[in-house]
């Protein structure tokens, strides 16, 4: 492997703990960092201009490799990540941040609910100058895909959760009293729910739920999981 793939493989494992944060951040307030989408834009153009110059060193010229395709790295076991154009990454950019856009600004338009952010936008068209086009449809197939298995599976959840509560009420008879709480405790079930632990507990009001089940979920984990698929596609 040479001196260049190592780099770009560096600069891929640098977006994939990048995105890693942002997921982090994204689950616990609901928002995508500028910053953080703007630190992976700074480090798309610092690995083109390092590309450049490794151009130049071989003798192949700044322009070049500036322009022309990343080399292709094998990670293990044996996986190929080809390497794409700097127009290539221009294209997805465009096509996956405006296009997201324009669905987003659509569905809104006739569903008037709330669906993909402002940060989400443009995390994807970020993403897309390390994946270009066809991965970067791929990435975000893949995390549409999941975020739709991940609600389904949150419903299930809440409506299994929601009949065992009942079964437990029926079962404790005229006190009503739960197992194991003693009498004048509150009742948790605005913060029990799966979608509700750790660090989003704090979204408990029936306004909420109601906007999550929507779609206002965090999109940045999905995302961070649809490129990790892409990257190996």
Known sequence: ??????????????????????????????????????????????????????????????RAEFLGPAPDVLVPPGLEIGGISFASGILGAVVLGGGLLVLTTVYELVRHKESFGGGDIKLMAVLGLFLGLERGVVCLLTACVLS???????????????????????????????????????????????????AIREVTTEQDRDSLLAGTMPFAPFIALGTLVAFVA
Not at 31 to 46: D, F, I, T
Not at 154 to 181: Q, T, W
């Open 1 to 62: 492997m040479t001196y260049v793939s190592i780099i770009t493989l560096v600069t891929y494992a640098l977006v994939l703990g990048l995105l890693a944060v942002v997921s982090v951040i994204d689950v616990r307030s609901r928002r995508v960092p500028n910053v953080l989408a703007g630190a992976l834009g700074l480090l798309w153009v610092a690995w083109r201009v390092v590309l450049g110059f490794a151009g130049a060193h071989m003798g192949l010229g700044f």
């Open 148 to 198: 739709v298995a991940y609600v389904f599976g949150r419903e299930l959840g809440r409506r299994v959760m929601g009949r065992g509560r009942r079964s437990c009420r029926k079962g404790a008879g005229a006190s009503d009293v739960l197992p194991g709480r003693g009498r004048g405790s509150s009742d948790p079930a605005s913060v029990s729910e799966p979608f509700l632990s750790g």
